[in-house]
């Protein structure tokens, strides 16, 4: 409810022409840069069960070699109407198959 009021303040504001839109680097954090390169923005990891549930929830089973890459990937094989699939979940979530 406060964040509800407090934006409802914030776009009365910009619509008066007190406050400025904001910049782009504030609009997404993850998109800005410091001197230095991007900036560290949060990134959600998935852990082997999240990956797991991923794989499972698009109708795979038998997942086997289920293994993280150092770019953060999680890639296996599992199988699905009967067939033997290379898979993987990307650290955003992001499911591929793959044939084999």
Known sequence: MRQTVATALICAAQLAGIMSPLSAAEEHPAKAFSERGPVDAPVWRFNESRALETIRAHGFYGVRNLKQTLAGVWQGQAI???NVTAVEVD???NFSEYAQ
């Open 80 to 82: 699905r109407y009967g």
């Open 91 to 93: 650290q955003t979530g």
